[in-house]
């Protein structure tokens, strides 16, 4: 029963994708619909860092790339061939630090805070990542509560 | 020497988990069976700094003969590793030969890629007094390059040449690990068992991990009875030193913390080292990986972001009264085998001076003397009290009492059984516990004499400290 | 008799529980170190039905000159219990009275408040025959009622007096108990360490849970030795028996399942003995407690429900694994403890016949020897193989060892170390296992012959079995 309503529920998005209508473009960019998969990204995304920021503003590889894994991932979990509760998901960090840096190493910031610029300029030739050391888009200790305890 | 070791962790100064490395300089505080203060480990009569209600007072009377008997003290943060071995009176520094190789260095220093590109194999024994102005105590301790490749973003790497060598005898290479595995490999570089290599058959003073067998105290004492000379690079029996009063080739155990956990529970679950004595930390706006390996039980704080990631269903009281559990029933068996192994040199040596003993029994009896003292400090040298693995621990240190008491009862025999009334009496009457020696103490023949076993010792030649740290004093 | 025990468990055949039940009546299977198979617990030389791998061969010898001697098998599901008590070799089936008293049936039964309202106080003390056939091996064996009351909705409640009584000298009343404790408090109605009041002081016969100077084995130890007759039942030393050869005032450990659990890290973590015992199981359409009581480790499918609830961190295979890792240091220790334990009987022994033995070594002797045998029993009797607490069961186990040895040391010392010659020999040669011993056998001289311990039991008058179950035969 349960299975059947969200099937019925996907089939819905699927054909409001399908239409390309601006309602459904708007109803598959909200955080809400994000979170009808990624429950663990949303409740370690309410405790991190970043309440204001919106899942898509880290996660986008643009339109075309949003749009197409958004349907191959609806087909997935349609198909039964993935569960976002329970597997473990790929990850993309430089796709998304690139969007950290979108935001943070900006022309502004180089004019307002040089020694935060300067000193990331050390950190990233260090680590290479940003995810060395924040874990802003989420809580890992809760993100990885999906995956078992480690 | 013409050596440049590099700025060392100096060049990582600018990175917040240099902050957090810092850390390891507090020495100051305890936990009930861990924490840093670098008592002397024999010491049940000073108070801390010097000495520690949880002491083991017979260390000096086992290792008789053997470096160990002049210093050993608790461990403290990696960020004192190098100041610590320049100054441990095992090290000789009354003479111009270090008595110990170059080798000690292996597991203190971020420099040994560079000293080995330098020397080669020949590095391992050379004396070890020729470095102590090469290496700085703090750029050149343990540190970031130990376990990072900072040319590759800081990914996870082994350093450690006996670590390398002894996966690859198991047909491992840790560059295909997880990254799960390799958050305990890189302590496993140093926190291990190890021998050096005989020049005879190896490379001289090279350490060696005896894993070939196993990893558990059976193993490794099979894996010593029987060396394959291309392989282990010794031949037959391997000994650390002869006993000096019972005359025993003995084995020393040198921190198995990564060989009592490989079979733990916490192993089984695929837990690391550095889940536990690394935690995420917050740091300001950061979230990074604490720098400050020590007790995870020192505050409730840290056993909150050690532990309670799993243990959601313990409190941190919980968390701590349980580990205590377990270590204070480990650390009494710990005790009681170490008496044990003291009663069986002492069987061996009057078995010795009997006249007529006979000498089959008497080498038998030396065989399970050599074997209850390496189960008994299997555990002993284990710095976790037990806490690591104690169900092994318990086992290990019932069967070391089991092999020291058959070794009295051997040496008995051999003399049929004249000496078993001698022998009937308490350990502290029978033998007491050495309390002082040193390097210094034994140039003076009136500390020879102030102990009946110490006697059994050679005075050493009067001589002055040379060496202090990295500072020569003459 | 003038009683009517009711319907007993068929009352509640129309309950999905009781079908589970009735899975207790499964007595085929067996795990690495537990299971229902009915065996021989000392019989390590038949297979299986009659003995095991994994058995204590010296358990008649431990317990020569008591009940224990002639009979006792492993556990098996509670709807036997009533079975098993009536055909054990324990009680005296060859004579009118039965040796033991009526109090066995105490943790056999649902009917006890029924005899209790009956009989008494005196019920205890009854001779155990009468009641052969008042009780029902099915309807009256431990059911329903022991721990629900039918009346309240089958609430848990406490049934048995000696727990009750028990938790009130503590100032704890079980009416007050949370559900979770409930869920523990219900099994040590019976799976507990329990002596009999004797009629001088206490109540005849009557089981009292020696738990007031605590729940370890050295508590219990120290409460044994100096008994208040107005608290406890007994005055001064306790003893179940004494021992045929040393002559020791000995003391019987039984089923210690809470006592050894109590203290665990399960138990700190609030686990109950019916989360393991009695998980949550699908029945068709309903989601029952499983009333199969039994080793949760049978199966993956019971590890799953038992264990995997709380261990997501763990799979079926590795609980297994970590459970027999536990358990089979354990076993090995149990076992050396178990023959040091003879051995200390045989110095007795070997003393006691020495001309002019010092009699107050000797009272030590025997003073460690009762010592050592209880800390080995506390171990041996619980029926987990050391699963409940594998610290504190190695722990136990170790100081079982140690007071053995030292009375075997006493005992030589009270010959002026003259048999520290005849003991130095192996423990089998010493004293060979008794493989074979029963009431009907102590009835044969030549059986009495052919084990030099044998010797100092009395010869029985012959005779034939009166009673087979609840059929009496003659
Ligand atoms: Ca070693
Ligand atoms: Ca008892």
């Keep these: 029963m349960k299975m059947f309503r969200t099937m019925a529920a996907l089939l819905i998005l699927l054909a409001l994708l399908a239409l390309g209508g601006t309602a459904g473009h708007h109803m598959t960019t909200t955080d809400a619909f994000c979170s009808s998969c990624h429950a663990y990204e949303k409740v370690s995304w309410d405790q991190g860092q970043h309440p204001e920021v919106g899942c898509l503003d880290c996660h986008t590889g643009g339109f075309m790339r949003d749009k197409v894994q958004g349907a191959r991932k609806m087909f997935l979990v349609f198909t039964g061939q993935r569960d976002p509760h329970h597997d473990r998901l790929p990850s993309y960090p430089e796709k998304t630090q690139a969007n950290c840096k979108g935001c943070h190493l900006t022309e502004t910031a180089a004019v307002h805070q040089p020694f935060f610029l300067a000193r990331h300029e050390g950190y990233m030739a260090a680590t290479g990542s940003c995810m060395a050391c924040h874990e802003s888009g989420h809580v890992a200790a809760v993100r990885e509560q999906r995956h078992g305890r480690r | 020497e013409d050596l440049d070791p590099g700025e060392g962790n100096a060049a990582f100064r600018h990175l917040p988990q240099y902050q957090s490395y810092l850390e390891n300089r507090d020495d100051t505080r305890m936990t009930e069976f861990g924490g840093s203060v670098p008592h002397r480990k024999h010491d049940d009569f000073n108070p801390l700094p010097k000495g520690y209600k949880h002491a083991q007072p017979y260390l000096k009377n086992l290792w008789l003969g053997y470096p160990f008997m002049y210093h050993y003290d608790r461990a403290r943060g990696h960020t004192f590793a190098l100041r610590d071995v320049t100054h441990t009176d095992r090290v000789n520094r009354y003479d111009e030969h270090a008595g110990l190789p170059a080798t000690c260095y292996n597991c203190k220093t971020n420099a040994m890629p560079q000293l080995l590109t330098r020397y080669g194999d020949d590095f391992w024994a050379m004396n070890f ?91 490794i004492y099979r894996f010593k009875s029987a060396g394959d000379p291309d392989r282990d ?242």
């Design chain 2, 129 to 219: 007094h020729r470095f102590r102005t090469v290496l700085d105590p703090d750029r050149h301790t343990i540190g970031c390059t130990n376990c990072h490749d900072p040319s590759d973003h800081m990914r996870l790497v082994i350093t450690s040449v006996p670590l390398t060598e002894a996966l690859e005898r198991q047909g491992r290479d840790w560059r295909q690990a997880s990254r799960d595995e390799m958050r305990t490999l890189v302590c496993a570089q140093c926190h291990v068992e190890y021998y050096f290599e005989t020049g005879e058959h190896g490379v001289a003073a090279k350490p060696h991990l005896p894993w070939d067998e196993g990893m558990n105290p059976e193993d």
């Design chain 2, 233 to 474: 690079g010794f031949s037959g029996q391997f000994r650390d030193w002869v006993h000096a009063v019972s005359k025993t080739p003995m084995l020393k155990a040198q921190h198995p913390e990564y060989e009592m956990f490989h079979d733990s529970v916490h192993a089984q679950a695929g837990v690391s080292c550095a889940d536990c004595h690394m935690p995420r930390v917050r740091v300001g706006p950061a979230t990074i990986t604490s720098h400050h390996w020590t007790s995870p039980l020192k505050s409730e704080a840290m056993i909150r972001s050690a532990c309670l990631g799993c243990h959601d269903q313990l409190t941190p009281a919980q968390l701590r009264e349980r580990t205590e559990y377990n270590q204070a029933r480990v650390w009494r068996q710990l005790n009681i085998a170490q008496e044990k192994s003291v009663r069986a040199h002492e069987a061996v040596r009057q078995a010795m001076e009997w006249p007529g003993v006979d000498q089959a029994l008497l080498a038998q009896a030396r065989e399970k003397v050599r074997k209850g003292q390496w189960f008994w400090d299997y555990v002993s040298a284990e710095n976790s009290a037990g806490a690591h693995n104690p169900v092994k621990a318990l086992d290990t240190l019932a069967s070391s009492q089991q092999y020291s008491d058959e070794a009295v009862q051997l040496a008995i025999r051999a003399t049929g059984h004249a000496i078993a009334e001698s022998m009937d009496r308490p350990i502290g009457e029978l033998v007491p516990p050495i309390r002082e020696h040193s390097r210094k103490l034994q140039q003076d023949p009136a500390h020879l004499e102030s102990h009946p076993w110490l006697g059994y010792l050679p005075l050493l030649p009067e001589a002055e400290l040379i060496w202090d740290g990295n500072q020569r004093l003459r």
